[in-house]
């Protein structure tokens, strides 16, 4: 079988909570070009950088994650392999589910990748110069049948710059089934997601959501968008804005495999940041730090909206 047909098959499995993708709702990311990152950014709503970290460096940090969950029994030996055996000793082995996740979440190896000198690089070239980033960052682990839900991230993180961007970076190759980030095309410019969740503050009103209630194949439909998405290598990294619609196909990966990935957000270094993901302790939603997040709990338990 050739290249192109293989690819052919892989977009006729996407599937988003169990629900089949018309393959020509599914549509490639474009990779970013010799133009500045800041107008790319502005037209698509989303950069899609080719190894511009460091594998080896990515590798590392995989490996020190994975470690850390096989040691609390969710992944099997080889670790590296990272496949999830559907059991935990995690909620039995750590008490404070948070602490647990804000000790992976810190490991050195990670925070070289999410932190440090190619990753700033890549903002200073983005914003022409000095930036700043979050303390916090989002991990995720995402074992076969689990997805992201589709949302804007403006109304989890709005207290600070207006120049926020999140960075999305594998931990790992993802190929198509495995569960890979997407774009719902051309959303940044829909006056309508503006007008649903421009101001919206998920911890200041009660029953606040970033996420979309309808399905994202039908809002694709809709709009006549694609889902835009790609095959990631170790080094590769996505940015967008607040207002790019984005999620994850689910995870169809074959024995289980889990696919690692990690969130992190940037800004000019003058500007005004959000001081629930700031310092040396963020408090994060709802005061809980990295208990807030979904990936805090054990991997056998429900998916979490957030």
């Known amino acids: ?19 089949p993708v018309p393959p020509e709702l599914v549509g490639d990311l474009a990779e970013t070009d ?24 990515v ?17 099997a030996d080889p670790p590296e392999a990272a496949i999830a055996t559907g059991r935990s000793l995690r909620a039995e082995r750590e008490p404070d589910l948070g602490a647990f996740w804000r000790s992976v979440s810190e490991g050195q190896a990670l925070r070289r990748v999410a932190n440090g000198a190619r990753m700033r690089a890549v903002m200073e070239r983005l914003f022409a110069g000095p930036v700043a980033h979050f303390s916090f960052l ?5 074992a076969s049948g689990r ?10 993180m709005n207290r600070g710059s207006d120049r926020l961007v999140t960075v999305w970076t594998p931990l790992g190759a993802v190929g198509r089934h495995e569960g890979p980030l997407y774009m719902v095309e ?9 007008d649903r969740f421009e101001g919206v503050d998920v911890d200041a ?34 940015i967008f804005g607040m207002f790019t619609a984005h999620a994850a196909f689910d995870n169809a990966s074959e024995g289980g495999k889990v696919r690692l990935s990690f969130d992190t957000r940037f800004q000019p ?9 700031s310092g040396p302790n963020p408090p994060a939603h709802g005061g809980k730090g990295y208990g807030c997040l979904s990936a805090a709990q054990p991997m056998t338990a429900p998916m979490l909206k957030r």
Do not use: K, N
């Open 269 to 277: 270094a003058q500007d005004r940041m959000d001081e629930r993901f």
């Open 59 to 75: 590798m590392e940090a995989r490996h020190e994650v994975l470690r850390r969950l096989a040691a609390v029994g969710e992944i």
């Open 186 to 194: 051309g959303s940044h410019r829909w006056r309508e997601l503006r």
């Open 1 to 19: 079988m050739d290249a192109a047909a293989s690819q052919d098959l892989t977009i006729m499995d996407l599937t988003i909570m169990g629900r």
């Open 147 to 156: 997805a992201s839900p589709l949302h804007v991230d403006h109304p989890y």
């Open 138 to 142: 989002w991990l995720r682990a995402m």
């Open 34 to 57: 010799d133009r500045s990152l800041g107008v790319q950014l502005e037209e698509r709503g989303y950069l899609l950088l080719r190894g511009v970290l460091d594998p080896a460096e």
């Open 205 to 238: 009103q009660p029953g606040a959501v970033g996420h979309f209630a309808e399905h994202p194949v039908d809002l694709a439909q809709a709009h006549g968008a694609r889902l835009l998405t790609t095959a990631f290598q170790p080094g590769d990294c996505m």
